[in-house]
């Protein structure tokens, strides 16, 4: 008799292209509710900043202190290199406790085309 393999976690990933920290405040309300509905080690939660942003994860923004508990929660945080280029932003502009990746836009379409839940609060 074959057993079922277990349900993959629910895996949601959340687009941030506003430079709003109501809207950076709006995405890490969500991704703490998701947490707290399904269990913080049931779910995997990945948030995307790029454009406009990208502002919010620079080490001295006003949502800094909800990112890196956000983290310490484990969710992801990752940040765009290619806005940060544009924006002439180097790594040590921003929270040190976040992850990069190469374009904010592709991470979005690979992690769909994985499967991902996609929100943009």
């Known amino acids: 008799c074959a057993s079922t393999p277990p349900a993959p976690k629910p895996r949601i990933v959340m687009q941030v292209s506003d430079g709003d920290a109501a809207k950076w405040n709006l995405a890490l309300n969500v991704a703490g509710n998701a947490q707290k509905e399904l269990g913080a080690d049931k779910v ?13 994860l620079k080490f001295d923004s ?9 983290i ?4 992801k945080v990752v940040a765009c290199e290619n806005t940060m280029g544009a ?6 502009d921003m929270n040190p406790a976040i992850s990069y990746v190469p374009a904010g836009v ?12 996609y929100v943009r609060p």
Do not use: C, H, Y
């Not at 592709?106 to 839940?117: D, F, K, L, S, V």
């Open 44 to 56: 995997q939660v990945e948030i995307v900043a790029f454009g406009p942003g990208i502002g919010m």
């Open 62 to 70: 006003v949502t800094a202190n909800r990112v890196n508990d956000a």
């Open 72 to 75: 310490k929660s484990g969710v």
């Open 87 to 92: 924006q002439k932003l180097v790594k040590a």
């Open 106 to 117: 592709i991470e979005i379409m690979t992690r769909q085309q994985e499967g991902w839940a």
